[in-house]
């Protein structure tokens, strides 16, 4: 078994447009277990350190006003093959491509706004948990302080 954590973000157009409770059910449904969850107004930094391998791209700056524009919520999710399950459930990047049944697929209008993050690899995955829940750091992230 590959049972693992991963981290996942609802953007602020999925908080704004009332779609936590839908995104949490999808992520329940395929047998996710959430491990850690808070409503949060992102701190820039933090942003910017999120998502420090695109610092190059055009969007950047607009990639992290979006973030910055409402409450998020972040959550630590724990199943098995966690990652790669939670980017299924999202649907694809870009707007044109994501798959209906999918949460993107579904609900964005557009790539730049696409409502949910969710680590695309493990080590990212133990940089993004360590990053949004530092009261949870330990030396191990495998013995988060939580249940
Ligand atoms: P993902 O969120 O699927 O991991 P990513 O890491 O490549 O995708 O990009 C992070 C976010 O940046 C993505 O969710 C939306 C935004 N983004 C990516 N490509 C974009 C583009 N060409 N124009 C505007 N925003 C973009
Ligand atoms: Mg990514």
Do not use: C
Not at 70 to 80: A, F, R
Not at 95 to 100: C, K, N, Q, T, Y
Not at 115 to 138: C, K, M
Request: glycine letters at 6%; zero cysteines; a neutral charge.
């Amino acid at each position: 078994s590959n049972v693992e954590r991963t981290f996942a973000m609802i953007k602020p157009d999925g908080v704004r447009r009332g779609l936590v409770g839908e995104i949490i059910k999808r992520y329940e449904q395929k047998g996710l277990r959430i491990v850690a969850a808070k409503l949060i107004k992102a701190d820039r930094n933090t942003v910017e350190e999120h998502y420090s391998d695109l610092r190059s791209r055009s969007f950047f700056n607009e990639l992290v006003e979006y973030i910055l524009s409402g409450p998020i919520m972040v959550m630590i999710l724990e199943g098995e093959n966690a990652i790669k399950l939670v980017r299924m459930i999202n649907g694809a990047t870009r707007v044109e491509e994501a798959l209906p049944g999918t949460i993107r697929g579904d609900y964005a209008t557009s790539t730049a706004q696409n409502i949910v993050h969710g680590s695309d690899n493990y080590e990212n995955a133990q940089r993004e948990i360590n990053l949004w829940f530092p009261e949870l750091r330990t030396n191990e992230t495998r013995k988060l302080s939580v249940l």
